[in-house]
């Protein structure tokens, strides 16, 4: 049975009056962003869509023929016109004749690029000669969960029968390329009435003369799947039945903190990993299901799935009647140690003279009965996308082992897509990662002036960030404006209070459970007060310890704590004061509160560093713009303690400082970047003051 719960048929999207006037890429474009708009169609930046187009040749003026189609990478539901390759028809049939069988029909894709019309550097993918050959004007080639649990059950072939009668063929698995592309024009040739055929282990091919038959062709087969599926799997028990219950939400995400962190650093070894936790009900009846460990051992079917999830998940032995997380954790070393032996196992046994190396031996999907699903990878998107991957092949085992046996694709097979020569060139050409790509840090005051700064320096060479602040409103602005500009799977906000230890606990924990865990702590939330001695409150004097002081305590201890369960290092950059090396008149709260900040980060540079864990401080001075401190009565305060206008104090702190320069939020962003990169990896305990020079603070 396939999910109900994401809603039963696909409804069909096509609008007339939209489609109207557009050109034929237009109405390609159109139709790919339509098809791809749920996921139930195709899985992210699976699958692909292509029409044939007659166009003047820009160099002789004649109508040719060209062949759109989805380029290399790229997701339906987002992509526009220059998503596609375009490729001369009659240049693209002409390779037939140099086509020398399929032990060589890898060489043909270095011939796509010489198909190419009109300039465009759009790189064809391996899939073009799929679309070429199928002589229809429309074609689509998509991934929907119910057609590949069609295509990736025992019998297969009888079912498509069954299902569709003759309107729909069938072939059996062949990895994509020239050869395939060579089956489906004979298919065509020799089934003019077929509207598309299932390709097994693996998709749906569908076409049609007109952009509008082609995509309604494609949704009512989908949807005449899920009917059968709906029809032949009622009464049946799903996985074998449920054999343990889910602990309730909060119990489930606390067991994820403790564990995320812990198979982050057992997994991140020689590159840092993002992790993504998902425990949505598809999940949860798969992992407390009867069949929960023969299913996931067969591992997954259609190549886009495993390339994304890796052969196989690890199953993570638990029993939620009896909880005992402590005991996954002392066994956790060596479960993820057994995975890599096998991994290693499946590389040596399948491997041909010139493969590549072996890549990351460690799993992508972790599920955990009970609990829910962890999925890690070099990104927060790839983590993300690759458990959304692990869904659709949940799907596809649901509806193929309901009505039918489930196969996974042959470990040979899977092999020979995963470490294929064409699959290794598009990972070879990959930029090189950032910076600071796989790291996580926490900012405390992210919505403040130095704190945004921070995190948008940070967010630049590629770190993922979560911004924590007391102050709800600015922390949405800070969010909205920084998932703008960097993309929502990088950043996250989590409200806290750093005075109370409720609070950061909680924040770290939901740290750990949207990306895994922590690398790197910005210690930055504050204020600034401003009184003669006589006049400090206790109230005033408090305020300042709890949110300088022991805020800085707090989150400093709670990131040792992740620190050392991930046991990958670790980085803590505090964000002091001039005034907590030099003292300031009217300010003795603040200056002796910013002195205990440092002194607290040389003993926990003491402390840290048998662990790889640094501690350092930058101490800014005068940073009027962007900073909440200095639109409030501090500003006031400074001002009337130099007997002097607020408007004039921007000019006075440059004045006075030796370089003559004012100090931006940019500026003290920059010096913690060079904290918590490796650019100091072999600096802790230190101080960089960035107040353009100010002979008062000089370290001594
Ligand atoms: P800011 O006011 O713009 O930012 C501080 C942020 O901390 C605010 O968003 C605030 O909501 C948050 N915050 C306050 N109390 C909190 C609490 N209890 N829990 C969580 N968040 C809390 O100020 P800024 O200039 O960006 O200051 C950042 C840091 O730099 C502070 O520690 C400050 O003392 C230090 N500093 C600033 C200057 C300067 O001139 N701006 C100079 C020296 C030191």
Request: aromatic share 8%; glycine share 8%; hydrophobic share 40%.
């Amino acid at each position: 049975m396939l999910d109900k719960r994401s809603g039963s048929r696909l409804a069909n999207l096509w609008d007339d009056a939209k489609a109207e006037g557009m050109s034929g890429p237009e109405l390609l474009v159109y139709r790919s962003n339509t098809l791809g708009s749920d996921k139930r169609v195709t899985n992210y930046g699976g699958g692909n869509t292509s029409s044939k187009v007659w166009q003047k040749d820009p160099l002789t003026g004649e109508d040719v023929e060209v062949l759109w189609v989805k380029g290399s990478g790229g997701d339906s539901a987002s992509i526009k016109l220059d998503g596609f390759a375009t490729l001369y028809m009659d240049k693209l049939r002409a390779l037939k004749g140099l086509y020398r069988g399929v032990d060589h029909e890898d060489e043909m894709v270095g011939y796509l690029p010489h198909c190419t019309f009109n300039l465009n550097p759009r790189a064809a993918s391996i899939d073009t000669p799929l679309h070429a050959f199928v002589p229809k004007a429309c074609v689509d080639h998509m991934h929907p969960d119910a057609i590949i649990a069609i295509a990736a059950a025992k019998d297969s072939k009888a079912i498509t029968k069954e299902v569709f009668g003759e309107a729909i063929g069938w072939l059996p698995w062949k990895r994509p390329g020239f050869e395939l592309g060579l089956w489906l024009e004979k298919f065509c040739r020799e089934n003019p009435d077929a509207k598309g055929v299932v390709l097994e282990s693996h998709g749906l091919f569908t076409w049609g003369d007109t952009p509008k038959e082609c995509y309604e062709t494609t949704i009512s087969v989908i949807n005449q799947a899920i009917d059968w599926f709906e029809r032949k799997s009622q009464g049946k028990a799903i996985f074998g039945g449920e054999v343990v219950k889910s602990l309730d939400a909060p119990a489930r995400r606390a067991i994820a903190a403790k564990l995320m962190p812990r198979i982050r650093g057992l997994i991140s070894e020689k590159s840092h990993k993002l992790g993504h936790f998902d425990d949505q009900p598809a999940v949860l009846e798969f992992v407390n299901s009867k069949d929960l460990r023969p299913l996931a051992a067969l591992g997954t079917s259609c190549p886009d799935h495993f390339l994304r999830t890796k052969i196989r998940p690890l199953v993570i032995e638990f029993d939620p009647a009896k909880p005992d997380v402590d005991a996954v954790i002392a066994r956790l070393a060596d479960d993820i140690a057994a995975y890599r032996v096998g991994y290693q196992a499946y590389y040596d046994s399948c491997k041909h003279p010139d493969s590549p190396a072996i890549r990351d031996p460690n799993a992508v999907v972790y599920l955990m009965p009970g609990v829910g699903m962890f999925t890690f990878a070099g990104d927060k998107a790839t983590a993300r996308i690759s458990g959304e991957f692990y869904v659709n092949a949940i799907n596809v085992m649901r509806g193929a082992s309901t009505v039918s046996s489930y196969v996974g694709l042959p470990a040979q097979e899977a092999f020979d897509i995963e470490y294929w020569q064409l699959e290794e060139a598009k990972l070879q050409r990959l930029p090189k990662p950032k910076a600071l790509a796989g790291q996580i840090a926490l900012v405390t005051g992210g919505a403040g002036g130095i704190g945004r700064a921070t995190a948008s320096r940070l967010l630049r060479e590629g770190a993922c960030v979560v911004l924590a602040d007391i102050d709800e409103a600015a922390l949405a602005g800070a969010h909205e404006e920084l998932s703008r500009a960097y993309g929502k799977d990088f950043v996250r906000p989590v409200r806290i209070d750093v005075t109370s230890e409720d609070q950061v606990a909680t924040g770290f924990a939901e740290t750990a459970v949207q990306f895994g865990g922590i690398d790197i702590l910005v210690s930055n939330a504050g204020l600034a007060s401003s009184a003669p001695i006589e006049e400090t409150t206790l109230a005033l004097w408090n305020k300042n310890m709890d949110i300088l002081s022991t805020g800085y305590f707090l989150v400093s201890r709670e990131a040792f704590r992740l620190f050392r369960a991930q046991k990958i290092g670790g980085n803590v950059v505090f964000v002091a004061s001039k005034n907590g090396l030099a003292a300031s008149p009217n300010a003795a709260a603040y200056c002796t509160a910013k002195a205990a900040e440092i002194h607290l980060a040389r003993c926990l540079a003491l402390e840290g560093a048998e662990a790889q864990i640094r501690v350092n401080v930058v101490n800014p001075d005068a940073v009027l713009r962007g900073s909440k401190i200095w639109s409030g009565e501090w500003k006031e305060q400074r001002a009337a303690a130099y007997k002097m206008s607020t408007d004039d104090l921007e000019e006075h702190y440059r004045s006075r400082s030796m370089l003559k320069r004012s100090v931006f939020p940019e500026d003290i962003a920059e010096a913690i970047y060079f904290f918590a990169s490796d650019m100091s990896a072999k600096s802790t305990g230190n101080i960089v003051n960035v107040d353009a020079g100010n002979a008062q603070s000089f370290t001594r």
